[in-house]
């Protein structure tokens, strides 16, 4: 629904830590709360495959949804945005950088609206994809992001 280049059976695998949710975000809920680390894979036709170590934030009781780049124990490596320390650490497949956001709120008096927030900042470190390419794809990934998530909802 939210990234077609990532790989359908990543979201089955186990994450590589799960948190303790009581205490994030107000106490309680821990069945609507999840907060976990997770690799994800990114399939790009025509680049090597980038692989993504986030954190993901999931508060169902305010339809959030957060995921951000993160160093994890269970996966080591880094994207070149990492310290000098993990230069030294083998990426294959390459890391790359995910930060992304996105809030779903009902629109008051129509039960059929809402207004979505979101964020998206994303780097493959490619060299054959150049910075107005990665604009044009995060551009045109955001309406078809929306798309989905319509056709999605209005199924459901």
Same mark, same amino acid.
Not at 120 to 148: C, F, W
């Given at each position: 629904?939210?990234?077609?280049?990532?790989?359908?059976?990543?979201?089955?695998?186990?994450?590589? =830590?799960? +948190?303790?949710?009581?205490?994030?975000?107000?106490?309680?809920?821990?069945d609507?709360?999840r907060? =976990?680390?997770?690799?994800?894979?990114?399939?790009?036709?025509?680049?090597?495959?980038? =692989?993504?170590?986030?954190?993901?934030?999931?508060?169902?009781?305010?339809? !959030?949804?957060? @995921?951000?780049?993160?160093?994890?124990?269970?996966?080591?490596?880094?994207?070149? +945005?990492?310290?000098?320390?993990?230069?030294?650490?083998?990426?294959?497949?390459?890391?790359? !950088?995910?930060?992304?956001?996105?809030?779903?709120?009902?629109?008051?008096?129509?039960?059929?609206?809402?207004?979505?927030?979101?964020i998206?900042?994303?780097? +493959?470190?490619?060299? =054959?994809?150049?910075?107005?390419?990665?604009?044009?794809?995060?551009?045109?990934? !955001?309406?078809?992001? !929306?798309?989905?998530?319509?056709?999605?909802?209005? @199924?459901?």
């Open positions: 629904l939210i990234d077609p280049a990532s790989n359908p059976d990543d979201y089955y695998k186990p994450p590589l =830590e799960s +948190y303790n949710t009581f205490l994030w975000r107000g106490f309680g809920h821990t609507k709360k907060l =976990e680390a997770a690799r994800v894979e990114a399939n790009i036709p025509g680049v090597k495959l980038r =692989e993504f170590v986030v954190l993901n934030a999931i508060d169902a009781n305010t339809r !959030l949804f957060v @995921s951000k780049s993160v160093q994890h124990k269970g996966d080591p490596g880094c994207s070149i +945005y990492g310290p000098a320390s993990c230069n030294a650490i083998s990426t294959d497949p390459v890391r790359a !950088l995910n930060t992304f956001a996105v809030q779903v709120e009902p629109l008051a008096g129509d039960a059929n609206k809402c207004v979505v927030q979101l998206n900042y994303a780097d +493959y470190i490619a060299p =054959e994809i150049s910075a107005a390419v990665m604009k044009v794809l995060t551009t045109d990934y !955001l309406p078809q992001m !929306l798309g989905r998530m319509q056709a999605a909802f209005a @199924s459901s």
